[in-house]
């Protein structure tokens, strides 16, 4: 019997970018996003389709790499309205720990002035990756800049977890990245936890030109959908919350049978 191909098999023919090559040829901190949810059963198919000068990133040795991300928000929840309304100031404050390589940042997302993502970074000590208290002037230092209040004392608090395995591809001919996760759980307050091991959340980080991975999802029948692993699975754990902005996705893709519905057929978007 022929096995089955698996990410990991397929990943295994790419060949390595290591993370300061990759740092410096896509960096994007100012970039597009396009975000697609489709059944992790199709990232094989979908990986195999990639251009052969594709990399993956490899860092001791391993091309997959387990992340952890601690979101914070206010007890009325600014940082989600926000993001449900979508307002032009919003902006997502996490941590992000690289749990394979003990390695945390503090991260600021907010939306630039064309509409792409801007991410501000700073280091943090993995033991501090729930609390803001250490990079509270840094916090407040970006959300000054947007107006929106950071220098007058707003309360943050932990407010979500999520959990996947990613594995990030570098493709040269756009100098442009995206990012294939797997084994997707978020977890909320009072116990609440979703786990999605059927789904797949690949996302393009470009310029304002597509890439071909975004053409390969294209031609597959999958298309970029409003998506936030904060705001949606928030409002996943959370249903009395305004959701009108995902209602489609949570209905669709943030159910126990998630990853097992066949994407519809339509026309490629004209980017």
């Given amino acids: 019997m022929i096995p089955l191909a698996t990410p990991t098999t397929v990943l295994a023919d790419l060949a390595p970018i290591d ?27 979908l990986l195999a389709g990639l251009d052969p000068g594709t990399q993956v990133l490899e860092i001791d040795g391993r ?15 600014v ?13 997502k404050i996490r941590t992000r720990t690289y749990v ?31 609390t803001l208290s250490p990079g509270r002037t840094f916090v407040d230092g970006i959300l000054a800049t947007l107006g929106t209040g950071g220098g007058t004392g707003l309360a943050f608090a932990s407010t979500l977890t999520t959990r996947y395995l990613r594995s ?4 040269p001919t756009t100098a442009s990245r995206a ?6 759980c978020w977890e909320g307050g009072h116990g609440a936890r979703l786990e999605l091991p059927g789904l797949a959340i690949v996302e393009t980080k470009t310029g304002s030109t597509a890439s071909h991975v975004d053409r ?13 692993k904060y705001a949606t699975g928030l409002a996943a ?12 996705t949570l209905r669709r893709h943030f159910t126990p049978d998630a990853g097992t519905e066949a994407p519809p057929s339509s026309s490629p978007p004209s980017v």
């Fill in 179 to 184: 990012t294939i996760d797997l084994g997707l």
């Fill in 237 to 248: 754990l959370r249903p009395e919350l305004p959701c009108a902005r995902w209602r489609r």
């Fill in 168 to 171: 990030t591809l570098f493709l």
């Fill in 19 to 45: 993370l300061a090559e990759l740092t410096g040829r896509a960096a994007l901190q100012t970039r597009f996003d396009r975000k697609y949810l489709l059944p992790a059963a199709e990232v094989p198919g």
């Fill in 100 to 130: 394979d390589s003990d390695l945390c940042w503090l991260e600021v997302k907010t939306e630039g002035t064309r509409g792409g993502t801007v991410k501000h970074r700073l280091p943090y000590h993995p033991g501090d990756s729930g």
């Fill in 79 to 91: 940082s989600y309205r926000l993001t449900a309304h979508r307002r032009r100031r919003r902006f």
């Fill in 63 to 77: 091309r997959s790499f387990r992340y952890e991300s601690v979101y914070f928000d206010t007890p009325d929840l």
């Fill in 216 to 228: 390969l999802l294209w031609s597959h029948g999958h298309r970029p959908v409003a998506v936030s």
